[in-house]
Structure formats: structure tokens, C-alpha cells
């Protein structure tokens, strides 16, 4: 009898015990392709050697020294080599455990800011429906996902919600991508509005939605809409890239892809690829000299900030990302895994939506393509998607409540960076060999 507290209190699951590359292999010898990185995180795949190397080194040199006292030198070296590879105006880089810490620390952020600034009035945040930017109460509290919120909605703190740019199902027949895009950018201003301009602090957006939505990206204009409506009323603009970036989209940044700046990033997943836990957030030298040169302490942290294991890990991460060129590298891989999706499943009847960047992709699964219906939630594909693919030798991320946190279920897939265009392909035939075990037949 196992005495670890799992997901999920009926599933039995299968033991890992080794990786290869792109594969994971559990204790029977069974190998599994990680199509989706585990959640977009491998992205190195799992027996990289210099990443491996750099974290015994770390350790047989310095575990662990506490920030309130030390810095060290691999987070040093880290935030440089992040600040000088990201865009805009992003200097400082604070490094955590993980996506929702990363988030947590951006809220906490943006307030600290505004009461340094003497706008103490500036509490609210805003975010999307439909979003997710983690689990603690205060990322929850922010994601717009239906599902994870609902059992701790009493205790989740008061944030706002606008419409997401979710062009597939929610932009009108007669109106253009950039006519759409504008729309649902401008419901972020009334939403101001109605709060009350000076008591906005922040805008929360993922570039790319990941696990709610499932790889869906903004169309042509809505961030630029976004950032000019934020520049208008003293709104800081944070960008939860937790999923979708470190190249995971074909860009180091993933909004780069849309041409703006961000005043604050939160970034994990792929920071670390797994071999390590870490996530960081990164600000504007305007926010961290506000807090510098106001109280000159941020108030909030966690014990294993900046931990030298952690940041040894990543920093030979992000040096095997740049130095392999492999943000180029999804780009291709992406453009591949995309066409070979296409071909696939394009003129499938349940297949309503093939989407996504680099390699992130997401496929929305209907009842009905015309209409767009999903199918009846009470049929729970998303988890028989999940085990006939297990069963095929393909770990993928199917997820359910895309629509409205209850109906609605598509997949999202990940894969390292390092996948062949061979491996991809097995991808696809092993997804699609699971999709034909699972949906309703196309006859």
C-alpha cells in the first residue's frame, strides 16, 4: 500500500523509474514518447548529460544558502544571461520554485509598486476567462478556469474577469481577426472603467493559453490593443508565460511573437525542463527602482529563492536552449508537427480546431464541426483520451471544461525540443490511434 497523497485517490498509475531523451520509461521497461513534456515542461527532454553535470557539480560545491543572507553565483549568471536575452525593458530577475510562485510574486509585485508609488488605492487586478495561472489561493484567485476555482471559490480573493481572445468560438461570423481582436481587447477598458481606473493596478494575461484552453493564441492586434489601453490608465501589464514560454512557442520570450513589452514575465516549466524545480519572475528596472529607492525591501519571499542547485540546473538549460539554437529549431519542428496535424485530422468530424505555435499545440475536440458543439461532459473524454494514449506509448495533455470550465475538451501537446521529424510523426499516428479508440466512430 503506497502512503503518497496522489492526484487522484483512484488511479493507478505506472512507476517511472528512467528517461531517454524523449522518452520516459516506467519499471516494466515500457517506453513512452512525452508528447506533452509532462505539462510543456521537459522540453530538453530527460537525460540531457550537461544539464545533468552542471546540478552534481552544484551540489558537491553549495546546496543551499539562503537569499536573506547570500547570494550565489549561479543565480547571478542566470539573471544576466535571461536579461540580456529578453525584450523591452525587463532587468531584474527573482527567481522562486515554480509557475504559481512566480505569479504570486507578480501580484504581490504590482501592489507594492503602486503603495510605494503612494497609489494605494490601486487593488484590483484583472484577468481572463478561461485563463489559469496556477494553484496557490492568489494565482487561483486570478485564473479564470471554472473547474479548479469552483470548490474554493469562497476563499478565493475578489478579481475580475474579461473575455479571452478565443477567436475559434467566441469571434462573430461577420467580423474580421483584427475587428475581433479589438472587441475583446476593449472589454479590458470597460472593465476598468467600471472599477474605476485609479484602483487598477494590473492586467494578467498568457500569451498563448495553455492548459484551460488548450494552446490558444491571441489574433493579430489584440495585445498592441492591450498595452495601449494599459499605457492609458497606469495599468502594469504582466505576462504569465509559465507554459508557454522559454522557446516553447518559437521565441525565448512568447511575446515577442506579438511585438510588445511586458512590465512584468512569469516564467517556469521550461526555465528548469524538469530536471530541477524553478520558476522567476522579471520586472522593469522602473518597478524594482521604485521599490529601491522607496522602503528598498520587497516584502515577500520563500525559502528556497534563488536555490544555487535550482539556478545551476537552469542556467545549463537556458545555455543548451541558446547555444543549440533551439528556439530556431521549434520553429521548424513546430511548422512540421503543425502540417503533419493538418494532414492528419484536418477533415476528421470531431476535430473542430488545430492551433497553437512552435511547439505547443492544441487540438479542440467537437461532437458536432459545423455547429461547434462539444460533446456531452457526463462522456469524461478528456481522461479516456488520456489513457488510450498512455495505452499507445504516448504521454499528450487532454483536458476537459475548454468552453466554460465544463463543457468542452481538446488536447494539448508539448514535446521536447529536441524531437525528430520522425518522432513527431509516431506523435501523430500514436494520437491518432487513441482518438479512433476513443471518439465516435467517422463513418
Request: hydrophobic fraction near 40%.
Given at each position: 500500500?503506497s502512503?503518497?497523497?496522489p492526484r487522484h485517490?483512484h488511479?493507478?498509475?505506472?512507476?517511472a523509474?528512467?528517461?531517454?531523451?524523449?522518452?520516459?520509461?516506467?519499471?516494466?521497461?515500457?517506453r513512452?514518447?512525452?508528447?506533452s513534456?509532462?505539462?510543456a515542461?521537459?522540453c530538453?527532454?530527460?537525460?540531457?548529460q550537461?544539464?545533468?553535470?552542471?546540478?552534481k557539480e552544484?551540489?558537491?560545491?553549495?546546496a543551499?544558502?539562503?537569499?536573506?543572507?547570500?547570494?550565489?553565483?549561479?543565480?547571478?549568471?542566470?539573471?544576466?544571461?535571461?536579461?540580456?536575452?529578453?525584450p523591452?525593458?525587463l532587468?531584474?530577475v527573482?527567481?522562486?520554485?515554480?509557475g504559481?510562485?512566480?505569479?504570486e510574486?507578480?501580484?504581490?509585485?504590482?501592489?507594492?509598486?503602486?503603495?510605494e508609488?503612494?497609489?494605494?488605492?490601486?487593488?484590483?487586478?484583472i484577468?481572463?476567462?478561461?485563463s489559469y495561472?496556477?494553484?496557490t489561493?492568489?494565482?487561483?484567485?486570478?485564473?479564470?478556469n471554472?473547474?479548479?476555482?469552483e470548490?474554493?471559490?469562497?476563499?478565493?480573493?475578489?478579481?475580475s474577469h474579461?473575455a479571452?481572445?478565443?477567436?475559434?468560438?467566441?469571434?462573430?461570423?461577420?467580423?474580421?481577426?483584427?475587428?475581433?481582436?479589438?472587441?475583446?481587447?476593449?472589454d479590458?477598458?470597460?472593465?476598468?472603467?467600471?472599477?474605476?481606473a485609479?484602483?487598477?493596478?494590473?492586467?494578467?494575461?498568457?500569451?498563448?493559453?495553455g492548459?484551460?484552453?488548450?494552446?490558444?493564441?491571441?489574433?493579430?492586434g489584440?495585445?498592441?490593443?492591450?498595452?495601449?489601453?494599459?499605457?492609458e490608465?497606469?495599468?502594469l501589464?504582466?505576462?504569465?508565460?509559465?507554459?508557454?514560454?522559454?522557446?516553447?512557442?518559437?521565441?525565448?520570450?512568447?511575446h515577442?511573437?506579438?511585438?510588445?513589452?511586458?512590465?512584468?514575465?512569469?516564467?517556469?516549466k521550461?526555465?528548469?525542463?524538469?530536471?530541477q524545480p524553478?520558476?522567476a519572475?522579471?520586472?522593469?528596472?522602473?518597478i524594482?527602482n521604485?521599490?529601491?529607492?522607496?522602503?528598498?525591501?520587497?516584502?515577500?519571499g520563500?525559502?528556497?529563492?534563488?536555490?544555487?542547485?535550482?539556478?545551476?540546473?537552469?542556467?545549463?538549460?537556458?545555455?543548451?536552449?541558446?547555444?543549440?539554437?533551439?528556439?530556431?529549431?521549434?520553429?521548424?519542428?513546430g511548422a512540421?508537427?503543425?502540417?503533419?496535424?493538418?494532414?492528419?485530422?484536418?477533415?476528421?468530424?470531431?476535430?473542430?480546431d488545430?492551433?497553437?505555435?512552435?511547439?505547443?499545440?492544441g487540438?479542440?475536440?467537437?461532437e458536432?464541426?459545423?455547429?461547434?458543439?462539444?460533446f456531452?461532459p457526463?462522456?469524461?473524454?478528456?481522461?479516456?483520451?488520456?489513457?488510450?494514449?498512455?495505452?499507445?506509448?504516448l504521454?499528450?495533455?487532454?483536458?476537459?471544461?475548454?468552453?466554460?470550465?465544463?463543457?468542452g475538451?481538446?488536447?494539448?501537446?508539448?514535446?521536447?525540443?529536441?524531437?525528430?521529424e520522425?518522432?513527431?510523426?509516431?506523435?501523430?499516428?500514436m494520437l491518432?490511434?487513441?482518438?479512433d479508440?476513443?471518439?465516435?466512430?467517422?463513418?
Amino acid at each position: 500500500m503506497s502512503h503518497v497523497f496522489p492526484r487522484h485517490c483512484h488511479a493507478t498509475l505506472p512507476t517511472a523509474v528512467a528517461g531517454d531523451g524523449c522518452y520516459l520509461i516506467d519499471k516494466d521497461g515500457k517506453r513512452y514518447f512525452d508528447g506533452s513534456g509532462g505539462a510543456a515542461v521537459s522540453c530538453l527532454g530527460h537525460s540531457n548529460q550537461n544539464v545533468i553535470n552542471a546540478i552534481k557539480e552544484q551540489a558537491g560545491k553549495l546546496a543551499f544558502a539562503h537569499t536573506g543572507f547570500f547570494t550565489s553565483e549561479p543565480a547571478e549568471e542566470l539573471a544576466e544571461l535571461l536579461i540580456a536575452n529578453a525584450p523591452g525593458d525587463l532587468d531584474r530577475v527573482y527567481f522562486v520554485s515554480g509557475g504559481s510562485e512566480a505569479v504570486e510574486s507578480a501580484i504581490k509585485l504590482a501592489r507594492q509598486y503602486f503603495v510605494e508609488k503612494g497609489e494605494t488605492q490601486r487593488r484590483h487586478l484583472i484577468a481572463r476567462r478561461q485563463s489559469y495561472h496556477g494553484n496557490t489561493l492568489g494565482a487561483l484567485s486570478a485564473g479564470g478556469n471554472a473547474l479548479r476555482r469552483e470548490k474554493f471559490a469562497p476563499i478565493l480573493v475578489e478579481m475580475s474577469h474579461v473575455a479571452p481572445c478565443y477567436e475559434y468560438t467566441e469571434r462573430d461570423t461577420a467580423e474580421s481577426l483584427e475587428d475581433y481582436g479589438q472587441r475583446v481587447a476593449n472589454d479590458l477598458e470597460a472593465e476598468i472603467l467600471r472599477l474605476g481606473a485609479d484602483t487598477v493596478m494590473a492586467f494578467i494575461a498568457e500569451p498563448v493559453v495553455g492548459a484551460t484552453l488548450g494552446a490558444v493564441t491571441s489574433v493579430p492586434g489584440y495585445f498592441k490593443r492591450v498595452r495601449e489601453i494599459c499605457d492609458e490608465h497606469g495599468i502594469l501589464l504582466i505576462l504569465d508565460e509559465v507554459m508557454c514560454g522559454m522557446g516553447r512557442t518559437g521565441y525565448l520570450f512568447a511575446h515577442e511573437a506579438d511585438g510588445i513589452k511586458a512590465d512584468i514575465v512569469c516564467i517556469a516549466k521550461g526555465l528548469g525542463a524538469g530536471y530541477q524545480p524553478i520558476g522567476a519572475m522579471l520586472c522593469t528596472d522602473h518597478i524594482y527602482n521604485t521599490i529601491k529607492d522607496g522602503s528598498g525591501f520587497f516584502q515577500h519571499g520563500h525559502t528556497y529563492l534563488g536555490h544555487p542547485i535550482a539556478t545551476a540546473a537552469s542556467l545549463a538549460v537556458v545555455k543548451e536552449i541558446l547555444n543549440n539554437d533551439l528556439v530556431n529549431q521549434v520553429k521548424q519542428r513546430g511548422a512540421f508537427l503543425e502540417s503533419a496535424l493538418q494532414a492528419k485530422f484536418a477533415d476528421h468530424p470531431h476535430i473542430g480546431d488545430i492551433r497553437g505555435r512552435g511547439l505547443f499545440r492544441g487540438i479542440e475536440i467537437v461532437e458536432d464541426r459545423d455547429t461547434k458543439t462539444p460533446f456531452n461532459p457526463s462522456l469524461g473524454l478528456a481522461a479516456k483520451l488520456k489513457k488510450a494514449a498512455l495505452a499507445e506509448g504516448l504521454i499528450c495533455y487532454p483536458g476537459s471544461g475548454t468552453r466554460d470550465g465544463k463543457h468542452g475538451d481538446h488536447i494539448l501537446l508539448a514535446p521536447p525540443f529536441i524531437a525528430s521529424e520522425a518522432q513527431l510523426s509516431e506523435l501523430v499516428n500514436m494520437l491518432a490511434r487513441a482518438i479512433d479508440k476513443t471518439l465516435p466512430s467517422k463513418d
